[in-house]
């Protein structure tokens, strides 16, 4: 099973706020499961989200 990160986890990763993660995770523009009230993201998809930026 693939290890998922907290949105302070991905926040920090990208140098970004938390609050900005979950817009957007909400917005859809970053893939994320949301497990009861928190979000939590796949490395994978954070790979794929700074492709996608990067291109």
Sequence with gaps: MEELMTVTEVA?????KPEIVRRKA???QLKAYK?????????????????????
Excluded: M, T
């Excluded at 920090?12 to 970004?16: A, D, M, T, V």
């Excluded at 497990?35 to 990067?54: A, D, M, P, Q």
């Design 26 to 28: 909400r917005g859809r």
């Design 12 to 16: 920090s990763c990208l140098k970004i």
């Design 35 to 55: 497990i009861g009230k928190v979000w939590r993201f796949s490395k994978e998809s954070i790979k794929n989200y700074l492709n996608n930026c990067l291109s």
